[in-house]
T-cell receptor, first 113, second 117 residues
Framework: KNQVEQSPQSLIILEGKNCTLQ??????????LRWYKQDTGRGPVSLTI?????NTKSNGRYTATLDADTKQSSLHITASQLSDSASYIC????????????FGAGTRLFVKA | DTEVTQTPKHLVMGMTNKKSLKCEQH?????MYWYKQKAKKPPELMFV???????INESVPSRFSPECPNSSLLNLHLHALQPEDSALYLC????????????????FGPGTRLTVL
């Protein structure tokens, strides 16, 4: 069964601190993995996208890693800012005669001053 | 232009009303999507259009009727909705090559917040 599991469910950190969000998946055959940031009541915004051959990708203070062997990904946020407070969603796509996209439940991040 | 726009931003309707949600993109994308998102849940796929043709319908009730007039526009017609249909409705688009691309990223619009009374 194609699944995407994220942890933790929620996280509270102080401004300026770093944090790491986890994503485990069982999607097959794997096509790509994306991390999105979603502010409350807004549409998700793409942060990174990685294919099978990529194991790290950065976008400013966001760095995503991918281990295709263990089917795990992480999103590392450096020097967090109040504006980083949002839900972070891991999305994995499969290629099987089309495009199947599976969303994780997301991690809700709260950055406090 | 890397933007997907949606109108209206908010919509309140009664169960007997007929309304439409609109989505537009000018990125030359050939795949467009409708998602429904309840609070604190991930988006749930409703429909996918590929090259203006409906390619995926995730068993959505017929009170939701999608329409793709051209490659830039996607509508969602609403009729006889139920209060449980209240949600954030997201539109997305992607390049949508005829062969699935490994780097095909979906770009999301800001959503329409729908409330059914």
């Amino acid at each position: 069964k194609n699944q995407v599991e994220q942890s933790p469910q929620s996280l509270i950190i102080l401004e300026g601190k770093n944090c790491t969000l986890q994503c485990n998946y069982t999607v097959s055959p794997f096509s790509n993995l994306r991390w999105y940031k979603q502010d409350t009541g807004r549409g998700p915004v793409s942060l990174t996208i990685m294919t099978f051959s990529e194991n790290t990708k950065s976008n400013g203070r966001y760095t995503a890693t991918l281990d295709a062997d263990t089917k795990q990904s992480s999103l590392h946020i450096t020097a967090s800012q109040l504006s980083d407070s949002a839900s972070y969603i891991c999305v994995v796509s499969a290629t099987a005669g089309g495009f199947k996209t599976i969303f994780g439940a997301g991690t809700r991040l709260f950055v406090k001053a | 232009d890397t933007e997907v726009t949606q109108t209206p931003k908010h919509l309140v309707m009664g169960m007997t009303n007929k309304k439409s949600l609109k989505c537009e993109q000018h990125m030359g994308h050939r795949a467009m999507y409708w998602y429904k998102q309840k609070a604190k849940k991930p988006p749930e796929l409703m429909f996918v259009y590929s090259y203006e043709k409906l390619s995926i319908n995730e068993s959505v009730p017929s009170r939701f009727s999608p329409e793709c007039p051209n490659s830039s526009l996607l509508n969602l017609h609403l009729h006889a909705l139920q209060p449980e249909d209240s949600a954030l409705y997201l539109c997305a688009s992607s390049q949508g090559a005829r062969r699935a691309s490994r780097t095909d990223t979906q770009y999301f619009g800001p959503g329409t917040r729908l409330t059914v009374l």
